[in-house]
C-alpha cells in the first residue's frame, strides 16, 4: 500500500496516468547465491496504469505490479543497459527510470505499533496522525534519482523517507507528498477515496503539462542551473 500510494501521489503531481517505479529488490533467493559473501541486489520495475475509480482498485493492480516486479527482478545487468539504450534510441531519448522506492524494513509489518481502541477505528487512526513529525536529514550533490521513496527500520512507527532531486521538486513539495501519502491511507481506512479527489486531499498541486522550461530557465539545459540542484531527503514518521 505504500508503494501504490506513493506511485499515485506521483502521477497526481506529474499528470501521468502510467506511472513508472524502480523497486530495489533482494535477490538472495537462488542457491547459487545464498552463500555469496557480498550484496545480492537489483531493481524491479514496477509499471502502474491509474484507472477511472477509487484507491483502492489501484491497490489491487499494484499488488499484483509490484509481485512482478519483485518476481523478474534478477537479471543480467549488461543486458538490461543495452535494452534500455536501444529502447533510447527508438524514443529518440533515455528512458527516465529515476523514480525509486524502497522497503527496507526487517518484518513484513511493524508489530510494535501503538494500539489503537477500538481496533481498527478510524477516528483512532486518524487521532495517531497529531505524532506525525517531518523533518530534514541531508542534502547530496550526486544521486541517481529523481525522486526515491524509502521506508524506515523503526518498528514502533511508519518511517517514510523521500529523497527529491530539487531541481525538479522543491523541499515543499517532498513535505507535501510525504504527508500526503498518510492523509490518502488515513481516509482509505475509514471510506472508498476516488482517484479525482485524491489532489485535493492530499494538498497536492499537479504540475502544468506541458512545462515550458525555457521560460523559466531561459539558455539552460533541461535540468535548470547546475547551482541550484541538489538531493535532499525529508523525512516522516507516523
Do not use: K
Not at 523514480?99 to 513484513?108: M, Q
Not at 501519502?181 to 477515496?193: D, F, G, Q, T, Y
Amino acid at each position: 500500500m505504500l508503494t501504490t500510494a506513493s506511485a499515485v501521489l506521483l502521477g497526481v503531481l506529474t499528470g501521468h496516468r502510467r506511472v513508472v517505479m524502480q523497486l530495489i529488490v533482494a535477490n538472495r533467493h537462488d542457491p547459487r547465491t545464498a552463500a555469496m559473501a557480498g550484496t545480492a541486489v537489483q531493481d524491479g520495475l514496477l509499471v502502474l496504469d491509474l484507472p477511472d475509480g477509487t484507491f483502492a482498485d489501484v491497490v489491487r493492480a499494484g499488488h499484483r505490479r509490484a509481485l512482478m516486479a519483485y518476481r523478474n527482478a534478477h537479471y543480467d545487468p549488461y543486458r538490461m543497459m543495452a535494452l534500455r539504450e536501444e529502447v533510447g534510441r527508438e524514443r529518440g531519448a533515455p528512458v527516465d527510470l529515476s523514480a525509486y522506492f524502497n522497503d527496507t524494513r526487517t518484518a513484513a509489518h511493524w508489530p510494535n505499533l501503538p494500539r489503537v481502541e477500538p481496533a481498527g477505528d478510524p477516528a483512532a487512526v486518524a487521532a495517531l496522525t497529531e505524532r506525525t513529525r517531518f523533518f530534514l536529514v541531508g542534502a547530496w550533490d550526486a544521486v541517481d534519482a529523481t525522486v526515491f521513496f524509502a521506508t524506515g527500520p523503526a518498528t514502533n512507527t511508519c518511517q517514510l523517507y523521500l529523497l527529491t532531486d530539487t531541481a525538479c521538486l522543491p523541499r515543499s513539495t517532498a513535505y507535501a507528498l510525504l504527508g500526503g501519502v498518510e492523509r490518502l491511507l488515513v481516509r482509505a481506512v475509514a471510506e472508498e477515496v476516488a482517484l479525482d479527489e485524491i489532489a485535493e486531499l492530499c494538498g497536492i498541486v499537479p504540475i502544468e503539462r506541458p512545462a515550458v522550461r525555457e521560460a523559466a530557465f531561459p539558455g539552460t539545459p533541461e535540468g535548470g542551473p547546475a547551482t541550484t540542484r541538489s538531493r535532499e531527503v525529508a523525512g516522516d514518521h507516523a
